[in-house]
């Protein structure tokens, strides 16, 4: 493992990236200033590393939601590197957004809602984890070709503090695009591809 | 439309998938999160969240439906607005009136959760613990409404809110004690 601060070898991801596309949308809801660490401090991060890579390996955490395959790879990736500060390799351009579900699950419900909508947490009983759970649920979370009466669409277009994700869960609203895009998913048949 | 008819039967048979066996608080539970929704389309006014009083609710047998009717707190000629929900035994909401009445009368002002969220607060408490708390089922099974009110108590200088829940099977109401966040402080059952 590198010494703070020191150069990184060539090809390696900085933290400032695992921070700004893994730790920062996915742990800081929890680990920003409590929960153990600060995962924005590097030196908090290199001193629970064995935890992070035993518990983010084996998907313990982040509770209730695993990190997306790509995630979990450039975290796994970057500390299999030494975990470098700095690093040279360019900044990857996170995927775009696509309207599938598969694209959906990974972008929006894995970072934005599954935390808290999984088995044993706040939300248990409106479970977003599958495209069964957005179809089938009494709720009518996803009605293909309506998204205006879809309510996974009219939670995340509310500005007030029934907004969903809730204003105080530290998980920041979606954008515009990113409602688009599911709004258009739904219009087109709310499909797994 | 073999199956169609199949389908009826066994809905009429009360034979909903076992993830969504509905009863009387279940029923109920839905229609909070109908009524949530309703106010996110614009159907319904705020106030149904933010002056929430009480509901009540009926399963109709024969149908089998529930009727559920969340009301606000009345107005200064004691009517009170409210929506009357008929929910179907997957806990689909199938059609919503509103009911006319006055604008509510002072309602209280909840500093956290709204008035909404602590009645649904309530019933997660009851759908949490019916299964390891038998004393509970009359209440799961046959519950009769909700009601919310100001609670006598005090925590860290903020008002509790108290929800009592009603069984058609029992003359004991539930009674469950909510700081303002919703957290349950207490529950009890309550001899008249």
Redesign the interface.
Known sequence: MHDRGSPASSSQLSFATIHDQVLGPRCASCHGNSGGFTCGCYADVLKKMPQIQNEVSSDLMPLGAPLSPRQKKMLLDWISEGAPEFGDKPTPPPPMLLPAFASIHDLVLVPYCIACHSPGNPGKRVPLNTLDDLLNSPLGIVLPGNPDESDLVIAVRRTDKKRMPPPNSGVQSLSSDQISVIVNWISNGAKEY | MKFIGLAAIAMCLGMAPAS?AMNNSTAA??AI??M??L???GKLE?AF?TAFQNMTVQADANTPTFTVVLRQIPGVDKTARAVELTMNI???MTSYTLVDGAIANNPPIWPDA?AHELGEDAM?YL?DNVETHPELVPFDKDMAGLTLSQSSMVKDGMVMAVAEITSSSSKDTLRIVEDTSGVVQSAAIVNP
């Open positions: 969504y539970h839905y999160h109908a949530e929704k106010v996110g389309q705020e969240q997957l806990g689909q709204d997660h759908l």
